[in-house]
């Protein structure tokens, strides 16, 4: 693990916080990644139609925690809406700004050279139209392969649901496509991906949604002014009122109210972290306790000591694969905060460690509460630190033992350092540790 992503927590989904450029680079980045690793990863645009399908507005619990896991695991998410900039702008910790899907997909047939796109999704005449399009605006980028299959979600068994995709998967794959362009929708195309991402041999899935009606004409876009003043929405009700007013209405209401409260809460209990001042300039920290990583949060965990964070959480998954970030002493924690837990996570499990939480105080769960990010880390959740680490240098133990039973296997079955003489004492550490007896 080299890095941890800059990300911003908004109702509970961790957005990337890049621009237009960064999410290109992003791209081109897990395009050479995957030649080293063969991980096929996946890139969202959530706006507040997307939230509206996760936020649940009779609970604090996702109404799809699929899909809720689905933007958790995706290893770029990038606000496509103004609202959810806006929001980020009100708490304090203000996103670069908007990546709309439709800007980024042309960008990418502009800017990439050489790039292979399968376009999973549409018509058939759109897609004919796009490739023309594609061809025209940049002749190296070749479409290999398209389809717009049936595809269902749920209604069947797992396992029923998996084999239906096996022809859709093996035509993606034989084609190797560099990109797959996934034009299902909201939340089709993140729970299709989800459900076979340990089966598709592409380096960067991308979920686009209508963007392809957009490209070539079917649905104009607002000019570009109410864009940049984030009235796209408004021009988009003007167009198609039959079909988009009770979807706009539906989000101001789920979103809008889920916002507010969340908004009131932050600042109340940002308002009232006010500790001793010993505990208020206390940095973050790390310290290996029986092999674990124990990294020491701040009194407020925020935008401002994000990269000391991030430097210590680094220097402990260096040194241990089991780390312990430790909030018992943290008051407060902004969405830049909340955002650095949920990247912290995923870059973690990606590189095969383990994180775990430490004491959370009874107002900062209050707090994760409102902002809809207490189901995501409940699960990591330890009481206190001394229960933790207990807990997980007993995995460091575990994992210590598995790691020298290869080294038994390859003894003779018949020798036990255990109630043995000590020639066959000796005879195992000198096997253990490679050396000859003198």
């Known amino acids: 693990m080299q890095t941890i992503a800059n990300k911003i927590a908004i109702l509970g989904i961790p957005l990337d916080n890049v621009d237009s450029d960064g999410a290109l680079d992003a791209i081109n980045t897990m395009i050479d990644q995957f030649q080293s690793d063969g991980v096929a ?22 109404s799809n925690p699929a899909l809720a896991a689905a933007y958790h695991e995706a290893d770029l998410s990038i606000a496509d809406g103004m609202p959810l900039v806006t929001a980020s702008r009100l708490f304090g910790t203000p996103l670069r700004g908007r990546v709309a899907g439709s800007d980024l997909v042309p960008k990418i047939f502009a ?6 796109i399968y376009a999973l999704g549409g ?29 269902l979600l749920d209604g069947k068994p797992p396992e029923e649901l998996l084999r239906d995709d096996e022809s859709i998967v093996a035509a993606i794959n034989n084609a190797q496509p560099d990109v797959l362009l996934l034009a299902l929708g909201n939340p089709k195309q993140e729970l299709w991906f989800r459900r076979n991402r340990h089966r ?10 209508g963007t392809f ?57 940002r308002l009232t972290a006010c500790g001793p001042v010993r505990h208020r300039r206390r940095e973050p920290r790390v310290e290996m306790i029986e092999g674990v990583g124990v990294v020491q949060g701040a009194y ?20 241990s694969d089991f780390v312990l970030l430790d909030l018992n002493g943290t ?3 902004d969405a830049a905060g909340l955002g650095f837990i949920a990247a912290l996570k995923q870059s973690l499990e990606g590189s095969g460690k383990l994180l775990r939480l430490a004491g959370p105080s009874q107002r900062l769960r209050t707090q994760m509460v409102w902002q809809r990010f207490w189901p995501v880390v ?32 390859e003894m003779s079955p018949s020798v036990s350092i255990y109630g043995e003489s000590l020639d066959h004492v000796e005879n195992t550490i000198r096997t253990v540790t490679n050396l000859e007896k003198p």
């Open 41 to 62: 990863r996946y890139v969202t645009t959530p706006n507040v139609d997307f939230l509206v399908n996760v936020l649940s507005p009779t609970s604090f619990r996702a």
């Open 200 to 209: 598709l041999r592409v380096p960067v899935s991308i979920g686009i949604g």
């Open 213 to 269: 009606n957009f490209i070539v004409g079917r649905i104009r876009r607002a000019p570009r002014w109410l864009q940049m003043v984030g009235l796209e929405w408004l021009y988009r009700v003007y167009a198609e009122p039959r079909r988009l007013w009770k979807r706009y209405a539906k989000g101001l209401v789920v979103f809008g109210s889920a916002f507010l409260a969340a908004y009131l809460a932050d600042r109340l209990l």
């Open 123 to 151: 018509d058939d005449r759109t897609l004919k139209h796009v490739a023309a399009i594609i061809d025209r605006l940049n002749p190296t980028i070749q479409i290999v392969g398209s389809a717009s299959p049936f595809i």
């Open 331 to 333: 008051a407060y924690c």
């Open 378 to 409: 409940k699960d990591f959740v330890l009481p206190d630190r001394q229960f933790a680490v207990d807990q997980l240098a007993a995995m460091v133990a575990a994992q210590n033992e598995a790691a020298c039973k290869p080294i038994a296997a």
């Open 300 to 319: 407020r965990l925020t935008a401002k000591n994000i990269s000391s964070h991030k430097a210590r959480a680094l220097e402990a998954a260096r040194s």
């Open 111 to 116: 800017e990439c050279q050489g790039l292979k």
